[in-house]
C-alpha cells in the first residue's frame, strides 16, 4: 500500500481533540487539562465526529 492508498482508506477526522497536553486525572478521573472524563479520552480515537460533538458539549457543560 503507498501512501496515497493509506490516506484515501484513512479518514481525517473533523472534531479534533481537545488534549492541551496537561494529561492529570482529579478524584472524579476528569483531566485538568481537556476536562474530558477517563473513558471519554479511552474511546476518543475509535467514534465518530457525532459523539465527539457530544463529548465536546458535555465538556462545556461540566
Given amino acids: 500500500m503507498d501512501e496515497d492508498d493509506f ?3 484513512t479518514p481525517v477526522p473533523g472534531v479534533t481533540s ?3 497536553g496537561v ?3 482529579d478524584g472524579d478521573d476528569v ?3 481537556c476536562h474530558r472524563t477517563l473513558d ?3 474511546e476518543w480515537s475509535s467514534v465518530s465526529d ?3 460533538r457530544a463529548i ?3 465538556i462545556a457543560d461540566r
Fill in 7 to 9: 490516506l484515501a482508506f
Fill in 18 to 20: 481537545p488534549c492541551i
Fill in 31 to 33: 483531566c485538568k487539562g
Fill in 40 to 42: 471519554e479520552i479511552a
Fill in 50 to 52: 457525532d459523539r465527539r
Fill in 56 to 58: 465536546l458539549k458535555r
Fill in 23 to 25: 494529561c492529570h486525572l
